[in-house]
């Protein structure tokens, strides 16, 4: 029983190694009329990318021992080796998976994006499944967006004008600029989040 033990811990460090390495935790989106607030629906996707199938089928088969599942796709260049994405999405899927792997990542983008991941789906977990998202919801999407230098402007841009037109929609008003800075955005919105303390707000907030 104990060998069964260690031989699982060891898998999930091993697989949270792969997933630090080779791994993306993000936070995508795409436009979505059911979210009248934002105009957008965020999806929480990890993914896992590399030309070694058989690293990406242990990781699989890791995966499928804690009843995790997840699909692999094959991308094929010409000149190049075939490369193989392991994917997952959904909140359940997500969760489970950070709840796995997140007490043995070490490096501190990845531990960020993986608290940060897993609070989003926490959080959409305990509402209601078109609910709005909250400010501190939007602003974990913005946040991770800066962090891998994705561009934003577009979306604040649509997001002020719609606040702007719906300001009573929800009891917390966004405090949200329409000056096109990022960083200038993430601090209004980090002035009424749902949570008061953030390691990652402060670190924004900083510089």
């Not at 967006?145 to 008003?173: N, T, W, Y």
Request: proline letters at 4%; charged letters at 35%; a positive charge.
């Amino acid at each position: 029983m104990d060998n069964q033990r260690g031989k699982a811990e060891r898998d999930l460090e091993w697989l949270a190694g792969i997933f630090e390495g080779e791994g993306c935790f993000s936070l995508d989106y795409s436009s979505r009329a059911t979210q009248p607030r934002s105009g957008i629906q965020i999806i929480p996707r990890i993914i896992l990318t590399n030309t070694d199938h058989s690293m990406v089928d242990e990781a699989l088969r890791i995966l499928h021992s804690h009843d995790v599942d997840g699909f692999v796709e094959t991308k094929l260049t010409q000149g190049r080796k075939p490369c193989y994405n392991l994917t997952l999405h959904g909140m359940k899927r997500v969760k489970r998976l950070l709840e796995l792997v997140q007490p043995y990542l070490r490096t501190g983008n990845k531990q960020a994006d993986a608290q940060d991941l897993r609070e989003f789906v926490e959080s959409r977990l305990s509402k209601e499944r078109k609910a709005p998202y909250s400010d501190r919801e939007l602003w974990l999407f913005f946040a991770m967006r800066e962090r891998h230098g994705h561009a934003s402007f577009g979306i604040l841009r649509d997001l002020h004008a719609r606040l702007r037109r719906k300001p009573d929609e929800d009891k917390v008003q966004p405090s949200v600029k329409a000056d096109g800075s990022l960083q200038r955005v993430l601090r209004g919105l980090q002035r009424v989040p749902d949570r008061e303390q953030d390691p990652t707000a402060e670190k924004l907030r900083g510089g």
